[in-house]
Every structure is written in structure tokens, then in C-alpha cells.
């Protein structure tokens, strides 16, 4: 999003525009020198009657505070690339406004898939089951085997969030 210049006429429209630009705005003088950055700051009279020629509502910078901290530290720093739907680090960002940035290395999700059955204890009394499917746990076909075995009670994988 860029911001541009808008000639400047003192109604009243422009002056709450102006009034309520949430990251402030400059004005340009007719010598074409270039005011501060005015922000929150009441628009007085004087500046409706005054050599101005031009406005400028500033636009907000895409991760300005990201990009404060990584100037000062040099960190590396972690962005999402939707592509391969996966995060990657980089020690020079583009700082693009669509893209999701961290200083935290994200936690990598892990899931595990389960499936439960019923089965009979030693006592013959009714129980809930749980595999896993994961290299070295017990098949499917293995459980059925299973002189205890009495039905599925879920009739196929379920991912778990570890």
C-alpha cells in the first residue's frame, strides 16, 4: 500500500482525514519543504491558512517491529512459505505484508494415529483398547487374532495432536 501526495484545500473533510489518520500524515509547503510526521496531534487553525500544498497520510510499514528488531539484533528469523506449507529462516527478509513471520522457531506439530477396540480383561470384564500405528506396535489384523479381541471401536485411524 503506498501513500500519495493530495493537494491540499483546507476543507473540512481533508482536515479529519488528517485528524484521523491512525499513523499520521506530513504536509509540503509551497517551497516544497517537508513537515515531520504529525501524529495525534490537533489540526489548528493556522494550518488551514498557512503556504501548504500537499498532504501525505502515511501508511503503516508491514512488520515494523520485526524489522526494528531484526536491525538491531541481526537474528535470524522464520517465514511461512505457503507453497510447501512449511517454515523456513532467513537472515534477510523481504518483509512482504502477506507473508507470516516469527522469531520463534514454530514447534513442529507431531500426531500419532490410534484406533480403539474392545476387548475382555482376565476377569472377562468389558475394556477399551488402544493401538498405535507406528513401526513396532501391534496390526490391525493382529489385535482381531487376539483370543480377547470383541470389536472395533473405531472403524479406521484417528490422528491425536502430541
Not at 32 to 55: D, Q
Not at 116 to 134: K, M, T
Request: a negative charge; aromatic letters at 14%; charged letters at 25%.
Amino acid at each position: 500500500m503506498s501513500a500519495s501526495w493530495v493537494k491540499f484545500e483546507g476543507t473540512q473533510d481533508q482536515l479529519d482525514e488528517m485528524k484521523n489518520a491512525p499513523h499520521g500524515w506530513i504536509v509540503r509547503g509551497n517551497d516544497g519543504v517537508e513537515s515531520h510526521i504529525f501524529r495525534g496531534s490537533p489540526i489548528h487553525t493556522g494550518i488551514v491558512n498557512s503556504e501548504i500544498s500537499e498532504y501525505l497520510i502515511c501508511s503503516p510499514l508491514p512488520h515494523l517491529d520485526m524489522r526494528i528488531r531484526h536491525a538491531m539484533t541481526g537474528q535470524p528469523v522464520y517465514f511461512f512459505k505457503e507453497v510447501n506449507e512449511c517454515w523456513k529462516t532467513t537472515s534477510y527478509p523481504a518483509w512482504l505484508e502477506h507473508i507470516k513471520y516469527s522469531f520463534n522457531p514454530p514447534r513442529e506439530k507431531k500426531f500419532i494415529e490410534v484406533r480403539e477396540y474392545v476387548c475382555r480383561d482376565n476377569n472377562g470384564y468389558l475394556c477399551i483398547g488402544l493401538i498405535e500405528n507406528s513401526f513396532g506396535f501391534k496390526k490391525p489384523m493382529d489385535i482381531e487374532k487376539m483370543f480377547d479381541f470383541v470389536k472395533w471401536v473405531d472403524q479406521d485411524w484417528r490422528r491425536i495432536e502430541i
